[in-house]
Nanobody
Framework: VQLQASGGGLVQAGGSLRLSCAAS????????MGWFRQAPGKEREFVAAIGGSSGSTVHTDSVKGRFTISRDSAKATVYLQMNILKPEDTAVYYCAAAPIRTILAAIPTYRSQYEYWGQGTQVTVSS
């Protein structure tokens, strides 16, 4: 599956951005979709992920209440709505896909569980 992320940019603290990640090549609903981010000098970290068709989501604690992941199966696109942005949210944001191998599989939150990655989109939050 090929992933194309977009929507990054420069925003002031307290502002909002919506990231998009368009998927192509395979059945979109067969994949967990996730967002990760990597700040300069830091490891790539998990942000949020969503199930294939159940709509179940997981968000890391630092973004709960501010970020929301969603998916549109008709458009084969996953979104990350980011509100109340903080300077510490500044990073390159990557979307990723992990195959759903069993119906009871838990939503993956580790980088190593994702097999496909988009190219990344820069988010910069000024104070």
């Amino acid at each position: 599956v090929q992933l194309q992320a977009s929507g990054g940019g420069l925003v002031q603290a307290g502002g909002s951005l919506r990231l998009s990640c368009a998927a192509s090549g395979r059945t979109f609903s067969s994949y967990f979709m996730g967002w990760f981010r990597q700040a300069p000098g830091k490891e790539r970290e998990f942000v949020a992920a969503i199930g294939g068709s159940s709509g179940s989501t997981v968000h890391t604690d630092s973004v709960k209440g501010r970020f929301t992941i969603s998916r549109d199966s008709a458009k084969a696109t996953v979104y990350l709505q980011m509100n109340i942005l903080k300077p510490e949210d500044t990073a390159v944001y990557y979307c990723a896909a992990a195959p759903i191998r069993t119906i009871l599989a838990a939503i993956p939150t580790y980088r190593s569980q994702y097999e496909y990655w988009g190219q990344g989109t820069q988010v910069t939050v000024s104070s």
